[in-house]
């Protein structure tokens, strides 16, 4: 009979913290992407409203109504600045968690290997004994075996 392995606790322990932490990862990338979608709505709209000024430059535009497009433009820009370092301070983060992730699933195929080991240990000592009550009894068998000649 085979017995259970010592570090079987560590290896669910291990694959419990793989699962939480690939959960963490697929919602940080999600929310990097919400980011990154935002900030390419965000440049469309500058490229819009750029090529829309350009466009109407023509006609003339009063003083005020100039003054109002130019500081939305800034507010726009600066909008842009934040949403970049936004970005990238998700990116900063799905990147530390996906080496947490990667150290926690090299543990748990530590763990996992460990455990091969001891199967096959368990195995082969179990064939063994198998095989020496065979022999056991072939001998105890062959001894009881009435003899020909007697």
Not at 63 to 75: I, M
Request: hydrophobic share 35%.
């Amino acid at each position: 009979m085979a017995k259970r392995f010592s570090l079987q606790t560590l290896i669910e322990i291990a694959q419990l913290r793989v699962d939480s932490d690939s959960k963490k990862l697929a919602a940080l990338k999600h929310e990097w992407q919400i980011a990154e979608d935002k900030l390419q709505t965000l440049l469309r709209s500058r490229i819009d409203y750029e090529r829309r000024f350009k466009s109407s430059g023509g006609q003339g535009m009063p003083a005020g109504a100039l003054r109002e497009y130019k500081s939305f433009l800034n507010r726009l820009d600066h909008t842009i600045a934040e949403q970049r370092h936004l970005v990238a301070a998700k990116k900063v983060r799905w990147e530390h968690n996906q080496s947490e992730w990667l150290e926690q699933r090299r543990k748990h195929k530590a763990f996992d290997v460990l455990s091969q080991r001891h199967s096959t240990r368990e195995n082969r000592l179990d064939v063994r004994t198998e095989q020496r009550d065979h022999d056991e009894f072939a001998q105890t068998w062959a001894g009881k075996k009435p003899r020909d000649g007697d």
